[in-house]
């Protein structure tokens, strides 16, 4: 079969690979329909990662069942299914508490598994026409069959639940006031998601004008940070106080001005941000290990965090990735009930083999590219 | 009345100061009989705030009502009752969400208030013969009458419901396995109250060989830090995986050798020891401006926080101070009850007159003076 | 002062009576803008409780400070306020648990207070020109001044946290499904904020066909029962399965037809709506003694309640009068930011002097009379 | 293989029976160590359910494993295991929810399933000396290898569990008291798990002798029923209020008197022993088809249940079998950390060839029959 396989720093091909086959009697195999490229596959694009040539991209997946193991209960040839882009197996001690994204089973010796991602274990990606899933009972989510509502789907895999994560983290409640830094498909799903559970009031931070944009016409409120200290005009517009809530949809990489690189810069803004007692949720990433790093000390992940200020006004910070898991099932039934649209935040849809080239443009921030979605039965 | 009055760096009296009286329709005037000294008050002893001369200590206060204000309605002459550390008004939005260590009332211009505590607003402390207390309906808790139970009691204005803080912040619950670095009086309440919320296993982290002693009598797991790493061997005793909750009672003045001090080492040692999904606890001060930090950042209360480690594993984190008065109706009816006796930690009773040695020793760590209770009507 | 006083059954009168005044420090004085009449005010009118001639009416109030006790220290003369219709002293065991509607200071004997309603204190009505408002810093909720939203802000006193509290007690949490039995203005308020805190569907059933109307039009689906079976229709827009949550918003007056009362058919009806798991919020009223009861049992408030099959479903159901403090703020806060707009239950303002009309014609279900507002500043 | 299996109302016996054998892939076989009788196996034996002749009986199972499905992944042969009584899939609706209790996917047709049970589904009891268990990764517990706490473990199947989610239903939390009603081993498990989660008071009320004796024994206060009314005397124990939460472990079988069965007089006493804004957690068993119900509703599951009082003191009250998987795990460490003890309850320990005779004396309340671990190990 065709699939995205990356090849060098700055390269990935679209190459033939094996067929993925049943391995395990839990296991099923999807034919994709849709298959997103994430800002975090440009970690590995970049060369910023241990990834090395041959690995198939693609973590955020969806399609119909082709092929069923033994073992396989609830799930049936011909479903339409979307998988989180967690593994997970169900059934340990973090998967039980609704950690999926913690698994200890998928991924030995690591606390959670991916599809397509460096070191989170042996699952190929899903850019690309089949992709095995493993404990398809737990793993796979049941969608109404057809293509309605395909792109919404397709942010089910991760942005939408992660979005909605951060959202979980930071406790938002209905009424509260919500500042979301970062302006990008996560820190959009976030903003989306803390209005859809009731917020009063949402922020958006960010430079990028057609995301504020984005934000905007979806009911947040714009902050552009290069125009005045974002943490200062949301105080001006809470009399002084701050938000109830917090949201870091930007990570380790977070620039303080074009190209200076300033690690925890959102994490030290927020909780300028925030009003005491409030609460971080926190999704952009931030990795233990990062080469790349401005500084001795954050290539080892050790940033100067404000922990005084933080205690003093009696802050909490939830942080990880996303247990998708938890949430799918009710951001299917709102997308499915008309309640969530989150394909808004799609800019495009490409078949398979204009993967290399969307690659590259999204690498560059090219206008269009934000969130591409491959579909592999898409005649290129 | 006599009072414990702050002269200069390590020098306190007992002195004659105006006796307090109603100033509100809403206060009440107490008759001190049980008031600690507590770790907290060494910052101000040592000179390392800027607290002026004059003020009178004493934050964790219990007593006899004496006289009551026109517009108190539940609070009468005679009540035995305890004071939260935390002065609060009971009705702005954080007192409303139970938040009553950030009251937006109390203290204007910052979130919370305390009695006898630079910047913590205008309430003289309790160190002292009486003590006048505003919002009383609000801020005293009753106890049954008479003196059992006295010493327990003195624990319910600080230190048992900030060390139960701790376990609430890391949401401990039955089962689960707790480190609390700090094997101090807060530290040993954290412990205590992680027992009580029904953990199953709870570490103590210390290198003082009295405070391990007092752990491992209570229940809880001695960890010898200057023996081996204390990560390590929680760890070991864990089959490699960590706690599931950590509780940070030391704060910004931790120690990694004698004399040493490393601001960020515990924080930095509880995402070591906790397991992926873990929680966090922070009762241990950390403050945004601190003169005698070891360097330039710390002295802003920026830390190199080891942020890239606490968002692979998942971990969340709550910090601040308590907020005593969510907690001490339910702790003071388990020391009726039986079930808790915080009052183990306790040294050494003190008249009043022998504050200002008492405070010499304590500020030197001498055996005996870890937890001293003041007894204002106690001959000299 | 003017205020509607109740004479007797199916009589009430505009008189007047002796002006409101600051009796504790801890009063305010309130000059009424808005205060409706609600269905709860019907069973007094009817002659159904043991209301006696004298009484002021009203339990729905807002308006402007006019007089301040020197206890108070947060409300202002100026200052526009709702007030919760539960009178509560914000310091006893229920109201620090958030329990205001559980107050034990308030009404001795008894745990909870109300203005104007029988056997809830001598908390005189605001259906009048002035009203006695006690604790009033922790009972009066601050409003933007001016006149903006004022019938929106109107259904803050109890209508819209009623009902918000319907979907608490129920877990309404985002993504599930809902079923509120009930198309009244308390109803509609459920389902209203079923869609607020992110329900994918919410029914409302009832038979009345305006009320019907103005579910759909607010985003709910109409279920009529008196078309068939309302589990049953619900059950099959679920393929089977049934709602995740239902609500009560009826109360123990449901009528199966025309002027047959059947006082569990509603809770009844739940048991078989929800799917097994499912948690119900009961606001209807039930009480423990009604005279006009159709059969012995219900006279006592024992109904034939389907114990077996709520347990084999595993059900919860929570119950009781409104907490409204817990809620009126962020349900103010959505109002403010154009989020939340309760109003559109509203079918009338009427200046105070036609409250005994609107009574009668309210009392008789005319049209036009579900939800009246006086406004005892517009001249009759 | 020997099994205990059922012939007719008051009779089982020990005969030969097929062996089970894997017939899934995510199968395994344990070999039975122990196996309890239960109360509600009682229910099958009496007659009082369509049970027919031949069925198997035994759901509070542990034991080794001794075959593994080829789908199976955690799970190895020699592993010592518990069994959760219900029998769940791990990806259901409601398991995800961790109501393994209601699982979808078992018992087609109904929420739930279990081993030897009438109506839940086709899973063999455990009597025997083998046991199929489906689904295996995520129905077997882990146990420490050998015979340690094996008594204290053969009660993770079912009552420890059982009596642990009475005190979640009811909310119980640190400091609060708690009336148990209802001191059989469920109910002394509830009492057991309320003093875990940190209960200042605990009453359980019974009339037999031997199980109030186990009650206090264990730190609970004993309440005779038959000497006064059990609400009165735990009102008079409470200055006149009443418990903060009720637990119902007995259930429609209640008896007011030696023989007479008033199936709502327990919950109706609840209603009365707990204060205004209390919560209930009913573990107890109601049917919604009893024939052998006193009068027609009965019969129905239809009781007179006290909904005035319920909703005017604003109760809440949780309902259902538990779901054991949710704290068997939690449970398990608490019985290894030394921290419980559940084995108390266990009065007996038989070969499995003494269970017809167990059987009759249990149904007849024989002293020393009260918990019987059948031994299928142990030489008759």
Redesign the interface.
């Known amino acids: 079969m065709k699939a995205v396989v990356y090849r060098e720093p700055f390269s990935v091909e679209v190459s033939d690979v094996e067929d993925p086959s049943i391995q395990?009697?839990?296991d099923v195999v999807i034919r994709v329909t849709s298959t997103c490229i994430c800002g975090s596959d440009l970690h590995m694009y970049e060369g910023r990662t241990a990834a090395e040539s041959g690995i198939v991209f693609g973590h955020e997946n969806m399609g119909v069942v082709e092929e069923v193991?033994?073992?396989v209960?609830?799930v049936k040839k011909g479903d339409r299914v979307s998988m989180p882009f967690n593994v997970a197996?169900?059934?340990?001690?973090?998967c039980?508490?609704?950690?999926t994204?913690?698994c200890l089973?998928v991924n030995p010796g690591f606390?959670?598994g991916a599809y397509g991602y460096v070191s989170m274990g042996p699952y190929t990606g899903g850019q690309a026409e089949y992709l095995r899933v493993p404990f398809a009972?737990?793993n796979c989510l049941q969608l109404p069959k057809g293509d309605e509502f395909e792109n919404d789907f397709a942010m089910l895999a991760d942005i939408f639940p992660t979005g909605y994560h951060a959202a979980v983290?930071a406790g938002v409640?209905?009424?509260?006031?919500v500042a979301v830094y970062g302006g990008g498909p996560v820190g959009l799903m976030a903003a989306y998601s803390s209005l859809?559970?009731?917020a009063?009031?949402v922020w958006v931070v960010d430079r990028v004008a057609s995301r504020l944009q984005l934000a905007e016409d979806m009911g947040a409120i714009p902050v552009d940070f290069s125009k005045a200290d974002a943490a200062e005009q949301i105080k001006e517009q809470t009399g002084g106080e701050g938000s109830d809530k917090g949201i870091d949809a930007v990570g380790?990489q977070a620039t303080v001005a074009e190209g200076e690189e300033q690690?925890?810069s959102v994490?030290?803004s927020l909780i300028e941000t925030v009003?005491?007692?409030g609460r971080l949720g926190?999704v952009g990433?931030?990795?233990?290990?990062?080469p790349g790093a401005p500084d001795e000390?954050s290539a080892?992940?050790?940033?100067?965090?404000?922990?005084?200020?933080?205690?003093?006004?009696?802050?909490?910070?939830?942080?990880?990735?996303a247990d998708v898991?938890s949430y799918n099932?009710?951001?299917?039934?709102?997308i499915?009930?008309g309640?969530a649209k989150p394909s808004f935040v799609v800019s495009k849809e490409l078949p398979l083999a204009e993967a290399p080239d969307a690659y590259q443009r999204f690498d560059k921030r090219e206008d269009g590219y934000s969130k591409v979605v491959l579909k592999p039965g898409l005649a290129a």
Request: aromatic content about 10%; some cysteine; overall charge positive.
């Open positions: 395990d009697p839990n193991g033994p073992g209960a609830s197996c169900g059934f340990c001690k973090n039980l508490n609704n950690k994204g913690f089973t606390a959670g009972d737990f983290l409640s209905p009424g509260e006031t859809l559970r009731g009063s009031k380790y690690p925890a994490l030290n009003r005491p007692t926190v990433l931030y990795l233990p290990a990062d000390n080892e992940g050790k940033l100067l965090f404000n922990v005084g200020k933080y205690f003093e006004k009696g802050l909490a910070m939830g942080s990880g990735q898991k099932r009710y951001l299917r039934d709102l499915v009930a309640r």
